[in-house]
């Protein structure tokens, strides 16, 4: 019964909780390492107990694994016996009362006005022809005007493009859609873009090339961009533009949108929107951005501060 488990587990949470393809292959890793545990113990998943679940946990910790990882692999194992409980696949869930580790709370690593400056200025000079230049000036314009997700970016469709958009529509996680503003530098930069993309296509489908519904289409698997092919190229950028690589990733864009707006007077509700964040909670890490504001407002207002 335990080889079914994982299978139509995961296949109810894309069905019934359009859980995104990177959720879904989070899960079945975090559980496959949770089942080969319990096996090496002569246990399973519908035998296991309370405490079979606890000692994983704790063998884990001793693994030296984060409080994040071990966190999100005992969200994994809630979610599965939820799901054997309500399926009828056990009588009882015997992780439902374990309390997790909690995770560290870190602010995130974000980039200056300067440094985002010079890894577009570095999008525009580096490429082996004005097409590399253009998709790469188009990428990080993107991503930093809208804090997308890589995933989200690296997918979009061309159809999203069409018409010189004010308003970009983007689906996230969970296939929930929002609408986010494109600045002028981003509308320009797509439309350079689409251009040289749309002729590549033209030329495509001349060949008898099959054509791409994608924004920035590859000739890999996925059809698009991968996001592990940015990540590389996003490393690229920040050697040529002078910024310390180590301090640049797809998300680190996507915080310095956050930041930057919240730097300068945006509301949090505002940027959770654009971030797609299901919850505000996830937003308010960005708080200590407000709160530093908040102070230089009083040191520099109220009469009392002054010397």
């Not at 693994?63 to 009882?92: H, M, N, P, V």
């Amino acid at each position: 019964m335990t080889a079914r488990w994982l299978p139509v587990f995961l296949e109810a949470m894309a069905a019934e909780r359009g859980a995104a393809s990177n959720t879904l292959a989070a899960y079945a890793r975090d559980l496959q390492d949770f089942t080969a545990w319990l096996a090496a113990k002569n246990l399973g998943p519908e035998t296991c107990q309370r405490a079979d679940v606890e000692a994983y946990l704790v063998d884990c910790d001793d693994a030296g694994l984060a409080k994040a990882t071990r966190a999100r692999r005992l969200s994994a194992i809630k979610q599965l016996y939820r799901f054997a409980f309500e399926e009828g696949l056990r009588a009882d869930n015997p992780a439902v009362q374990i309390t997790g580790p909690g995770r560290d709370k870190r602010l995130p690593k974000t980039l200056s006005v300067d440094e985002v400056d010079r890894l577009l200025a570095a999008a525009e000079t580096l490429g082996r022809n004005d097409a590399d230049r253009a998709r790469d000036t188009c990428l990080m314009q993107l991503l930093y005007a809208t804090g997308m997700r890589v995933t989200e970016l690296v997918s979009l469709p061309a159809a999203a493009a069409r018409g010189d958009p004010r308003m970009l529509l983007i689906r996230g996680k969970g296939g929930k859609e929002r609408m986010v503003p494109l600045s002028p530098p981003a509308r320009a930069a797509l439309a350079d873009w689409l251009a040289l993309r749309d002729r590549a296509e033209d030329a495509a489908r001349a060949a008898r090339k099959p054509s791409s519904p994608h924004l920035f289409p590859s000739r890999g698997k996925a059809g698009h961009l991968t996001r592990h092919a940015f990540y590389m190229r996003i490393k690229d950028l920040a050697v040529h533009g002078g910024v310390p690589p180590a301090k640049v990733t797809p998300h680190t864009l996507r915080h310095a949108f956050a930041t930057h707006l919240l730097q300068n007077g945006a509301d949090l509700r505002a940027i959770q929107t654009f971030l797609g964040h299901a919850d505000v909670a996830t937003t308010e890490i960005y708080t200590h951005v407000l709160e530093e504001r908040l102070k230089d407002l009083v040191l520099d207002h109220h009469p009392l501060a002054r010397d």
